[in-house]
């Protein structure tokens, strides 16, 4: 059992390039998420899908958007990469309701230089 | 005030040693709590969630304190193993938004 699986694992971009980060999970769960992480911000949600068909912003969604392609795929876009995008990214899914814990992917390190 | 804070620390204990951490939330009307555990440059694990009646997994204690919107962590017993940065997770009521800390980082001494 594969969990949350997240690809690129490392990627250096130059300012203005566009790239996708991919994320699945095979545990069947309905919501999936994106988090940035930078040292000294704890984690920060980027956009969220609470079930197939549905994306929602988190607090920080400028500069990215989101595809919830289908229940097990969730990709996150940035367009037009700026050097403040530099951070970690990390993936994480949800069964079903909010008494549950998240699972995180082994998250995407991005450099924009 | 934020809705959800954290001491960073770092928290330095020798081995064997109880320590405490306490995470604030803004939100009275809050109700899933978590605490993960987060080493350096990987992926936050799950640790354990807190009930609201408390809880225990070996040597460590989860409780929540409704009154003061408070919920803590307690190691017993301290290894070196535990040295790592722990995050307190909030669930924003009605949402499935989980609101992070941004961590109180532990450093077990031998």
């Known amino acids: 059992n594969a969990g949350v699986t997240q690809t690129p694992k490392f990627q250096v971009l130059k300012t203005g390039q566009s790239m996708t980060l991919q994320c699945a999970q095979d545990?069947?769960?309905?919501?999936m998420y994106w988090y940035r992480q930078d040292p000294g911000m704890g984690l920060r949600l980027i956009y969220y899908?609470?079930?197939?068909?549905?994306?929602d912003k988190g607090e920080v969604p400028n500069g990215y958007n989101v595809s919830r392609l289908n229940k097990r795929e969730f990709s996150l876009r940035l367009e037009s990469a700026a050097p403040s995008q530099t951070s970690v990214y990390f993936c994480?899914?949800?069964?079903?309701?909010?008494?549950?814990?998240?699972?995180f992917g082994d998250g995407t390190r991005l450099s924009i230089l | 005030r934020k809705e959800v804070e954290q001491d960073p620390g770092p928290f330095n204990v020798p081995e064997g040693a109880t320590v405490a951490f306490n995470c604030t939330y803004s939100?009275?009307?809050?109700?899933?709590f978590f605490w993960y555990r987060q080493d350096c440059r990987k992926e936050p694990k799950l640790l354990m969630s807190v009930y609201s009646s408390g809880n225990e997994d070996g040597r460590f204690t989860a409780q929540l304190n409704r009154a003061s919107q408070y919920i803590s962590l307690l190691i017993r017993d301290s290894k070196l193993s535990d040295s790592a940065t722990y995050l307190c997770?909030?669930?924003?009521?009605?949402?499935?938004?989980?609101?992070f800390g941004t961590g109180t980082r532990l450093k077990v001494l031998a």
């Open positions: 994480a899914s949800l069964r079903a309701d909010s008494n549950q814990p998240q699972h």
């Open positions: 997770v909030v669930v924003r009521p009605g949402t499935y938004k989980y609101i």
């Open positions: 899908s609470a079930s197939e068909g549905t994306t």
């Open positions: 939100n009275s009307a809050s109700q899933s």
């Open positions: 545990m069947n769960h309905n919501s």
